[in-house]
């Protein structure tokens, strides 16, 4: 499934959460990103959404 997430540059990018391998809170402050997702290809990634609000994502399927 790819769904739309939101950067740390406040951009936006579609991302298959079927090749998400590893999702970590980061210290959150305010304004900053939630989360840190890594890629099977070995991105990281740092993304404002929860990796609850992610996880529900995939649930929706």
Partial sequence: MIS???TSQKAEVWVNLD???QMTTISVQDGSPATEIIMAN???INVYE???DIANLTKAR
């Fill in 4 to 6: 739309k997430l939101t």
């Fill in 19 to 21: 090749q998400i391998v």
């Fill in 42 to 44: 070995g991105a990281a």
């Fill in 50 to 52: 929860q990796p609850a």
